[in-house]
């Protein structure tokens, strides 16, 4: 066991990398450009042999970066499982998504649990990074790796240091995100906390297993309810005739005590409209109701019908209905510059347009055609914008305001544009076309 801390203080550690998406592949290019010898892992045989040929799968992560950490020999992916006994250090990023029914679908973390279990060595340390509910890493983690027949903490290390990922921040990278992480016992915790500094800036341990879970679920529990809050007070300003971004932007200037927060067209991605609802389902356990997150689901869930009403609205004041109305969705990411459409609010925007009767179609440059997703499936390509394009739509709804658009130019060339995201502030002719919504 002492051999494990030797190595990540020589920096000979071999790190393995279980999931590479949004969260892994960062987390290993981290690790390797710090200069430790890292192996991914996926059962995705596409990703393996992308990552393998020097390219990038995300569009933020430039295929450069990947070339470089291929080339050099420090990185190399496969989906052969069995390879995990080569490594010291397996770190977890699988998905954590919510089923139907908007309870924790645990079946990733289980099933790679349970691939672990099956190639655990003596003296590994494994720490699972996939956001969860409280609880997780010690009561359903441990028992199916200790199936192996080792024992947490005393066999193997086991730590929780949940991912911190913002796809597409310009202001921070996975090096400069400080991160948390806690332990099965205090020397897993310590263990973790080593290896990780060697990619991590600034590691931030706390007590247990718990209060790291904990701490991930409080993040993102806090932006969830704070977007709900600016989403209600766009609807309530906007009835008084207020500019609910203005009011932001202004009380904004406040040096204490306030942090911006602002609306759009409904929550997406990843994290935050599913996170909150792990720590609702842990605490019925308890017999605790969780009211804030719930009332906070509700408001955000009811975004997109008020865009789409904002959209019904606007046609009518040019004499139109929605039905039969030719409607350009603008940005189908759920939030600007990435290419990540999980859980987009445009997704549903277009769903509740074509129900209406609308006749939909979206322009966005970093999704040239839309994927069958868990509980969607489009069946979209982009259409390539012009100023011809653009004036043949009886409506152009921005839903996500990437730093790509000319929005003077969308406004100049288009009939009426709704404008989910304040991405027109700046444009000063043709104001007339723009609604707010
Ligand atoms: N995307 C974000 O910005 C972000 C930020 C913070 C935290 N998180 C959390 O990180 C976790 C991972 O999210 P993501 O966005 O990277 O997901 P992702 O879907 O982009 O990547 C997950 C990867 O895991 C692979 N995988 C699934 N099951 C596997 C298994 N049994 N063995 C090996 N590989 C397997 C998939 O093929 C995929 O490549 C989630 O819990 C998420 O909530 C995500």
Not at 80 to 100: E, K
Not at 124 to 147: C, D, N, W
Not at 200 to 220: D, Q, Y
Request: charged residues 25%; contains cysteine.
């Amino acid at each position: 066991m002492a051999g494990l801390q030797q190595c990540i203080k020589n920096k000979k550690a071999v790190v393995g990398v279980l999931g590479l998406g949004y969260v892994g592949l960062p987390l290993v290019r981290e690790f390797a450009s710090a200069g430790l010898s890292v192996k991914g892992f996926d059962i995705d045989p596409k990703k393996v042999r992308v990552l393998n040929s020097g390219r990038s799968i995300i569009k933020h992560i430039p295929h450069s970066q990947v070339k470089k950490i291929v080339s050099s020999g420090l990185f190399k992916a496969t989906v052969d499982m069995s390879r995990l006994r080569t490594v010291d250090a397996i770190l977890v990023c699988v998905p954590t998504p919510l089923t139907a029914n908007r309870e924790p679908d645990m079946q990733y973390i289980v099933a790679s649990s349970q691939t672990i279990a099956r190639y655990l060595r003596k003296g590994q340390l494994v720490s699972f990074e996939s956001t969860t509910y409280p609880g997780t890493t010690r009561e359903l983690v441990a028992p199916i790796l200790e199936s192996s027949g080792l024992k947490a903490g005393k066999d193997f290390y086991l730590a929780y240091s949940p991912e911190r990922e913002d796809p597409g921040n310009k202001n921070f990278t996975t090096r400069t995100i400080p991160k948390i992480v806690g332990g099965y016992t205090n020397k897993c915790r310590d263990l973790a906390r080593q290896l990780y500094a060697h990619a991590i800036e600034k590691m931030v341990p706390v007590s247990s297993l718990e209060a790291a879970e904990a701490c991930k679920i409080v993040e993102n529990v806090y932006r969830c309810i704070n977007i709900a809050m600016v989403n209600e007070l766009k609807m309530v300003f906007d009835r008084m005739g207020i500019d609910v971004w203005e009011v932001i932007r202004a009380a904004s200037t406040k040096p204490f005590g306030f942090s911006p927060f602002y609306p759009g067209p409904g929550l997406g991605g990843h994290c935050i409209p599913i996170d909150p609802f792990y720590l609702t389902w842990k605490a019925r356990q308890y017999g605790m109701p969780t009211r804030f997150i719930e009332l906070a689901g509700e408001v955000n869930t009811s975004m997109p019908h008020y865009v789409v009403s904002k959209v019904m609205e606007a046609l009518n004041h040019h004499k139109k209905s929605l039905k039969g109305s030719k409607v350009l969705v603008l940005g189908l990411a759920y939030k600007k510059d990435i290419d990540d459409l999980r859980e987009s609010p445009s997704i549903e925007l277009i769903e509740l347009l074509r129900e209406k009767g609308a006749r939909v179609d979206y322009n966005d440059p970093y999704i040239p055609r839309t994927h069958r997703q868990r509980q969607h499936n489009l069946k979209m390509a982009s259409k390539k914008l012009s100023a011809k394009m653009l004036s043949g739509y009886d409506c152009v709804l921005i839903s996500t305001d990437h730093s790509d658009y000319d929005y003077a130019w969308i406004v100049r060339h288009s009939k009426l544009v709704v404008d989910t995201r304040n991405a027109t502030a700046t444009v000063r002719s043709g104001r007339s076309r723009i609604v707010k919504a």
